[in-house]
């Protein structure tokens, strides 16, 4: 949809009409008509469909959503909590109450689940690890996708470049 107003403006200045005449006929001040002009000159008719989309979204910083990506992909056992899976309520009320951030609504973590491309489902079954040194294994896996994403700075003697593999059964590369 086309705001008609910001349209108007544009046609008037085209036709010769000067700024000063298009605020009277538009009623805004003559430095809202050169702003619409001079964001058609730079950007066509891009520029005259509204930007409006019901508010500011709340921006999290990269630890931020470290940390919303870490604690969505782990079990809730994990943080003493006594159910089984993650809702998108019971995880924002988790975050919030963390103080990893100060304020999320479920539909704005969804997306920024999707945005960190999290597959967030529902999870019927859940298989654990027997393994005793499990957690410092994923822990240290973790840290080291980390360092391949970009998002942590490599200390001494930790690898500046990562390779990864996957085993899969009788699958050949």
């Known amino acids: 949809m086309v705001t008609w107003r910001r349209a108007q403006m544009v046609l ?6 000067t700024v000063q005449k298009t605020a009277e006929l538009a009623f805004p001040s ?9 964001d058609f000159s730079a950007d066509g008719f ?9 508010g500011r979204q709340p921006k999290f910083v990269l630890p931020q959503r470290v940390e919303i990506r870490k604690i969505a992909k782990s079990q809730p056992a994990e943080h003493g909590l ?14 919030v109450v963390e103080g990893v951030v100060e304020d999320i609504s479920h539909e704005g973590l969804r997306e920024l689940l999707r945005a960190e491309m999290v597959a967030f489902q529902a999870i019927k079954t859940w298989k654990g690890s027997r393994d005793l040194d ?13 360092i391949a994403d970009g998002q942590v700075i490599p200390d001494d003697g930790e690898p500046s470049v ?12």
């Open 162 to 173: 990562i390779f990864c593999v996957d085993e899969f059964g009788p699958l050949n590369l």
């Open 82 to 95: 006594p159910f089984s899976r993650w809702s998108l309520v019971k995880l924002a009320g988790f975050l």
């Open 134 to 146: 499990y957690a410092a294994e994923k822990a240290r896996i973790e840290h080291l996708y980390a």
């Open 12 to 17: 008037w200045s085209a036709q010769g009409m």
């Open 30 to 38: 003559e430095d809202r008509v050169r702003d619409v002009i001079h």
């Open 46 to 54: 891009g520029s005259l469909h509204p930007k409006y989309k019901g």
